[in-house]
Each structure stands twice: as structure tokens, then as C-alpha cells.
């Protein structure tokens, strides 16, 4: 799983039918400078994630990628990223080195 925040929403005029009525998000990945608020988003390229919970613009969420996308759906589905959890809270502290 990989923290993310919410930073828009992603509108498609088509899409494949195993995605009818499905929301996507773009998400801006969180490391340490983002998880200590030291920035605010992060430099990584931002993925775009089917959501089924309702995460919004500005919620932080955890994510995962690749086979692990697909995993709650039974046939196979064209897939790279899925919210798994929308996140309440998160104390995060560097570890020294």
C-alpha cells in the first residue's frame, strides 16, 4: 500500500464497461517530506485511481498498484490502481539516521 492525497477528480466520455459508474481520482503520492508536512504534494508522476469509497479532493488515502488492483473484482478488469482505504488520521515522524 502507498499513502496518496486526493488532488482531482478524472472525467472520461468513454471508458470500458467494466468501468460504468466508476469514479477515478488523481493522486499525488505522499513520502516523507509530504507525510511531515514539510511540502505539500510530492514530485512523483500522479497516478489516476479507480475509487469505490468515496475518497474527495484533499483526502489523504493509501493505494495500491499493479496485480493487487484487481484482486476485489472477480474477471479479470483492465486495472493499474485502487483506493483500499480512506485515511482519518497518520502520525509519521523521519527516522533519524
Do not use: C
Not at 477515478?24 to 510530492?42: D, I, S
Not at 498498484?65 to 485515511?87: H, K, M, N, R, W
Amino acid at each position: 500500500m502507498k499513502p496518496g492525497r486526493v488532488i482531482g477528480n478524472v472525467t472520461l466520455s468513454q471508458a470500458a464497461p467494466q468501468f460504468k459508474g466508476a469514479r477515478w481520482l488523481l493522486v499525488a503520492p505522499m513520502g516523507p517530506a509530504e507525510l511531515t508536512n514539510q511540502r505539500l504534494y510530492g514530485t512523483e508522476s500522479s497516478p489516476v485511481v479507480y475509487d469505490k469509497l468515496g475518497a474527495g479532493v484533499g483526502d489523504p488515502i493509501l493505494y495500491v498498484e499493479g496485480a493487487e488492483a484487481t484482486q476485489p473484482f472477480e474477471d479479470s478488469i483492465p486495472l493499474d490502481a485502487i483506493t483500499v482505504a480512506l485515511v482519518d488520521r497518520y502520525d509519521f515522524s523521519q527516522p533519524e539516521v
